[in-house]
Structure formats: structure tokens, C-alpha cells
């Protein structure tokens, strides 16, 4: 086979890997044993009242290990998902693995750094590989879930304010950061309010909301073409997200800019214009600007 042959355009289309982030409590877990047909990895006890989840208690960083090969072995397998929950406690687990393996007492004396920056991280990339492994054979999603904890961040400027950060090591989370589609954070939405007739400043609020894009606040991201935020719901929380990531597909993005062209008013000059657009060259963001312009352009009721 020439080389030339595994030239390829687009990316393959398998469901997405993300990772959920957010304080203790918000709906993590419920967010992930929401997903259908889930098999999670529960490294901590967060699945109380879900017996109807399929899940996995390993007793060591080595049985994630084993789970994965077996699952990765398999022809086929009867789950579309696999969530971990938490990263931040399999980080712990990883540590006492690889420290038991290797004859250590903590993972500190492998020398300055190295526990974290060389060995605990070879260990998570393993992991990784063996996650996009199964994905590809068998077509499964995979949901990382995370803790927070709130670090004072430092700019190359000298600024210097307080932000959300997933729980571990930088090294560890650095890498989890760069591996997923979508890194979510998911808050309560809080908002200062003043008393009518008087000075006194009160917190607000408290509605759940997932952000998809990096703030000062905190980390996220997405190649999902997501927006911003999204609602996040105990009872809806994961059908928004999908139903999100399905609305904001190039597909899905070029039938609503065909069906809104169909009935936009414009004359005939223009019209011709938007027709002549080629859709599967423009990007993403162009194509959004597009629907946004065609929305105004629709009849009045």
C-alpha cells in the first residue's frame, strides 16, 4: 500500500470524547449516568440511588487497565459509553499503582519531579491510547468526569486572579486538557443584585449552567462547534448537550442555512449570490454568520 493512499480529509466520525469539570455536587455523575447505554468507572462512591447504571469498581489502577484490553479484545460490546469518574481520584489511584509496582513509598521518591511529571503521566497516556482504542473499535462515547478547586493564576503580565482548575498534578490535567473534543465546566451561575433602595450587594441565583469555551474563570473548550453555555439541568442536563452537538454539526449547520435561504427575502440579485455560495467550503463560524444574517431575513409573521 503506497503511503500516499492514507491521505485522507476529515476527521473520522465517532462520537465525541469530553470532559466534564465542576465542584462536588453539581451533577457530574448524573450527567454521565444519564448517557445511553453507559458503563462507568467509578473510582470514587458518587453512584448512589443509580443501580440501574452498569459499573466497574477497580481496586487498583491495573484492573482499569485490564477492563479496557478485555473490552478492546471483544467483537462487540453492549455499551455506547464509558465515563470515569473522577480523574482527579484516578490520579491518586495511579500513583499508588505505580509506587507498589515499583517498590516506592510515595510517588515523590521517584525523584524531583519525576513521579509526577514522568511516571504518573506515562501511566494516564497508556490509559488514553487504550480509551481511543476502544472508541474505535466499538463506536463509544467516553466522558471524564472532574473535580475543581479554585487556584490563584498568575498572567504573563503580573495579573493575578483566582480560577476554577480541575483537581491534580498541572502536568496530569495538562494532558487530560489536550486529549478530549470538548473540555465542559460546569458552575452555578451566580450574579450580584442591589436591594432597591439602598446600597447593600446580595449573590443571586444559583442556576446550573456547563460553559464550552475558556474564560479567565476557568478552563474549556470544544470542537463541537457548541455555544458558550449550555443549561445543565438534573433532568436534562445530557439530552442538551447532545442535542446541542447534533444542532451544531457542518451537516446540520448547512440544511438550516438551505431551508432558511428557501424562505429569506431578498431580491433577485441577491438571492443569486447566496445561491452561488459553495457550503461545503465555508467554515464553520462563517456559516453560523450566514444563518444569523438569514434568521432577520425571514417573513414577519
Same mark, same amino acid.
Given at each position: 500500500?503506497?503511503?500516499?493512499?492514507?491521505?485522507?480529509?476529515?476527521?473520522?466520525?465517532?462520537?465525541?470524547?469530553?470532559?466534564?469539570?465542576?465542584?462536588?455536587?453539581?451533577?457530574?455523575?448524573?450527567f454521565? =449516568?444519564?448517557?445511553?447505554?453507559?458503563?462507568?468507572?467509578?473510582?470514587?462512591?458518587?453512584?448512589l440511588?443509580m443501580?440501574?447504571?452498569?459499573?466497574?469498581?477497580?481496586?487498583?489502577?491495573?484492573?482499569v487497565?485490564?477492563?479496557?484490553?478485555?473490552?478492546?479484545?471483544a467483537?462487540?460490546?453492549?455499551?455506547?459509553?464509558?465515563?470515569?469518574?473522577?480523574?482527579?481520584?484516578?490520579e491518586?489511584?495511579i500513583h =499508588?499503582?505505580?509506587?507498589?509496582?515499583?517498590?516506592?513509598?510515595n510517588?515523590?521518591?521517584?525523584?524531583?519531579?519525576?513521579?509526577f511529571?514522568?511516571?504518573a503521566?506515562?501511566?494516564?497516556?497508556?490509559?488514553?491510547?487504550?480509551?481511543?482504542?476502544?472508541r474505535s473499535?466499538?463506536?463509544?462515547?467516553?466522558i471524564l468526569?472532574s473535580?475543581?478547586?479554585?487556584?490563584?493564576?498568575?498572567?504573563?503580565?503580573g495579573?493575578?486572579?483566582d480560577r476554577?482548575?480541575?483537581?491534580? #498534578?498541572? #502536568?496530569f490535567?495538562?494532558?487530560?486538557?489536550?486529549?478530549?473534543?470538548?473540555?465542559?465546566?460546569?458552575v452555578?451561575?451566580?450574579?450580584?443584585?442591589?436591594?432597591?433602595?439602598?446600597n447593600?450587594?446580595?449573590?443571586?441565583?444559583?442556576?446550573?449552567v456547563?460553559?464550552?469555551?475558556?474564560?479567565?474563570?476557568?478552563?474549556?473548550?470544544?470542537?463541537? #462547534?457548541?455555544?458558550?453555555?449550555?443549561?445543565f439541568?438534573e433532568?436534562?442536563?445530557?439530552?442538551?448537550?447532545?442535542?446541542?452537538?447534533?444542532?451544531?454539526r457542518?451537516?446540520?449547520?448547512?440544511?438550516?442555512?438551505?431551508?432558511?435561504?428557501?424562505?429569506?427575502?431578498?431580491?433577485?440579485?441577491?438571492?443569486k449570490?447566496?445561491?452561488?455560495?459553495?457550503?461545503p467550503?465555508?467554515?464553520?463560524?462563517?456559516?453560523?454568520?450566514?444563518?444569523?444574517?438569514?434568521?432577520?431575513?425571514?417573513?414577519? #409573521?
Amino acid at each position: 500500500m503506497s503511503i500516499l493512499s492514507k491521505i485522507k480529509r476529515g476527521g473520522e466520525d465517532l462520537p465525541p470524547r469530553i470532559i466534564l469539570a465542576g465542584p462536588e455536587g453539581i451533577g457530574k455523575s448524573t450527567f454521565a =449516568a444519564a448517557a445511553p447505554d453507559v458503563l462507568i468507572i467509578a473510582q470514587e462512591d458518587g453512584l448512589l440511588g443509580m443501580e440501574h447504571v452498569a459499573h466497574f469498581s477497580p481496586a487498583h489502577f491495573g484492573e482499569v487497565l485490564d477492563l479496557l484490553d478485555s473490552l478492546i479484545a471483544a467483537p462487540t460490546i453492549e455499551y455506547k459509553h464509558i465515563a470515569l469518574d473522577t480523574v482527579d481520584w484516578l490520579e491518586r489511584s495511579i500513583h =499508588a499503582f505505580v509506587c507498589q509496582r515499583d517498590g516506592k513509598t510515595n510517588i515523590e521518591d521517584y525523584g524531583y519531579g519525576k513521579g509526577f511529571t514522568t511516571i504518573a503521566t506515562a501511566e494516564l497516556t497508556l490509559l488514553l491510547n487504550k480509551l481511543d482504542a476502544v472508541r474505535s473499535k466499538h463506536r463509544v462515547g467516553i466522558i471524564l468526569l472532574s473535580h475543581v478547586h479554585i487556584k490563584p493564576f498568575t498572567s504573563p503580565d503580573g495579573t493575578t486572579w483566582d480560577r476554577y482548575e480541575m483537581k491534580g #498534578n498541572k #502536568n496530569f490535567t495538562g494532558i487530560l486538557r489536550e486529549w478530549p473534543d470538548a473540555c465542559l465546566f460546569a458552575v452555578y451561575e451566580v450574579f450580584k443584585s442591589k436591594d432597591r433602595g439602598s446600597n447593600v450587594e446580595k449573590v443571586v441565583g444559583g442556576e446550573r449552567v456547563v460553559h464550552t469555551v475558556w474564560s479567565p474563570g476557568w478552563d474549556a473548550k470544544n470542537r463541537l #462547534n457548541l455555544p458558550e453555555a449550555l443549561p445543565f439541568t438534573e433532568e436534562s442536563s445530557w439530552a442538551d448537550f447532545c442535542a446541542a452537538v447534533k444542532a451544531n454539526r457542518p451537516t446540520a449547520l448547512r440544511e438550516r442555512f438551505s431551508a432558511l435561504l428557501k424562505t429569506a427575502e431578498l431580491s433577485a440579485e441577491d438571492r443569486k449570490k447566496w445561491e452561488a455560495i459553495d457550503l461545503p467550503s465555508i467554515p464553520v463560524p462563517r456559516l453560523k454568520g450566514g444563518i444569523a444574517k438569514l434568521e432577520k431575513l425571514q417573513p414577519k #409573521n
